[in-house]
């Protein structure tokens, strides 16, 4: 293995990039989505130099987007686990590949779940169905800040969210809250995410906080993993050390916004000479796809953009940048949820001399081989994808 290099890897969090070839599974507004042609049409065109240059623009149309000739390797990758969840699609990444479906809750928990949870805390829920994580703060709020009540919600996802305000619930007891119920959410009833959403304000003017915190399942031993083993750093930045449950995670640093994520980004290139710096940014998934906000979206996807700038002058000659999604969010559709979608695939190494296509990837999974070889760890690290390193050179 090589312990001198670097990948830097960035998921810009529901950023898809049109319907996948299975998406009339999941629904007609999946059918009709592409996150980012649509938010770039929303803004009568994108404005994203480095993105463009990376070679965005050849994978798909898109309004403001031209193509490039420069250096830089370009695809789409398609989700082969069932779902299309950020817990799908993450640990796909890595070599983890889920073939049967989450459990989700249309009608709610069932009372062998909401019970012990009830006991646990002393207090009964509210709410106890899907719903806008907005929504639902506003229309129980005010009944939560009399009570003490935890909202507990769930989405199209297989999430189990107990929202809080900070000023009734400490932050530290929603936490543990939610660490309980991740510990009676396993077999029949393991969903992929239990969320604590803490929030502030009051009725009319609620905020949820950047003090969520994600408590994952763990699917088993991954290219993280088997990095950590050959000591080489993982950093996981924003939640990449959530959903992972910890697991193959060196260093984990919490962050509050895009842009703090991508200082943190910056900040960590600068001090770690080799192994994986990994981040995920939420926002356009937190603030603007599930809020049906495309012009936010897109404003996101510009402001970062610019702040790519300094990660690509921060590269050295055997660094891999690779930016990518784990799922869409098409604000445009009907509904709020995730949609299932392609997603970008973009890789560059500062010594590739030519544009490369690397076509339609059938799998996410083909990242963790790519990076895999590029540590030169063992083949048994990657065996789920495949790598495209050959084609970059």
């Known amino acids: 293995m090589d312990t001198r290099k670097r990948c830097i890897w960035i998921v810009l969090d529901s950023v898809g990039i049109g319907a996948a070839p ?28 480095n993105l463009a240059q990376l070679g965005l623009g050849n994978i798909t149309p898109i309004d403001g987007v031209p193509k490039s000739l420069k250096p830089g390797a370009y695809g789409r990758m398609r989700e082969v686990s069932y779902g299309k969840d950020t817990t799908n699609g993450h640990w796909e990444f890595v070599g983890v590949i889920l073939e049967n479906p989450l459990p989700t809750y249309p009608d709610g928990f069932p009372r062998e779940v909401i019970k012990p949870f009830e006991d646990y805390t002393g207090k009964r829920v509210l709410c106890n169905e899907p719903a806008s994580g907005t929504v639902v703060i506003e229309e129980y709020g005010p009944l939560h800040e009399d009570t003490g009540r935890p909202i507990v919600y769930t989405s199209a996802d297989s999430v ?27 077999g029949e009833h393991g969903v992929g995410r239990v969320i604590a959403r803490p929030f502030t304000g009051s009725k009319g003017a609620y905020q949820r906080t950047h003090r969520r915190k994600d408590f994952s399942l763990t699917f088993g031993d991954t290219v993280l993993n088997t990095l950590q083993r050959h000591e080489l750093p993982v950093c996981g930045i924003g939640k990449i050390s959530d959903i992972y449950g910890g697991s193959g995670i060196t260093t984990a640093i919490h962050t509050e916004s895009n842009q703090d994520g991508m200082n943190q980004l910056v900040e960590r290139m600068q001090v770690q000479d080799s192994g994986l710096i990994y981040a995920n940014l939420v926002d356009f998934d937190a603030l603007y796809g599930h809020r049906n906000n495309p012009e936010g979206f897109g404003r996101a996807i510009e402001e970062f953009d610019v702040q790519l700038t300094k990660v690509l002058d921060l590269l050295r000659d055997d660094d891999l940048l690779c930016i990518t999604a784990d799922h869409g969010c098409d604000p445009t559709v009907p509904g709020t949820d995730h949609t299932r979608e392609w997603v970008p695939l973009l ?3 500062k010594t590739m001399t030519r544009s490369v296509s690397l076509g339609d990837r059938e799998t996410f999974a083909d990242i963790g081989a790519t990076i895999a070889e590029y540590f030169s760890l063992p083949s048994s690290a990657a065996s789920t994808g495949t790598s495209v390193l050959s084609k970059l050179w």
């Open 347 to 349: 890789l560059f190494n």
């Open 160 to 186: 189990f969210q107990v929202a809080a305000h900070e000023s009734v619930v400490p932050v530290d007891t929603l936490y543990d809250w939610c660490r309980y119920a991740r510990s009676i959410l396993v």
């Open 22 to 49: 299975d998406a009339e599974r999941y629904g007609a507004a999946d059918e009709q989505s592409n996150t980012i042609a649509h938010v770039a049409d929303a803004l009568g065109g994108l404005n994203v130099p």
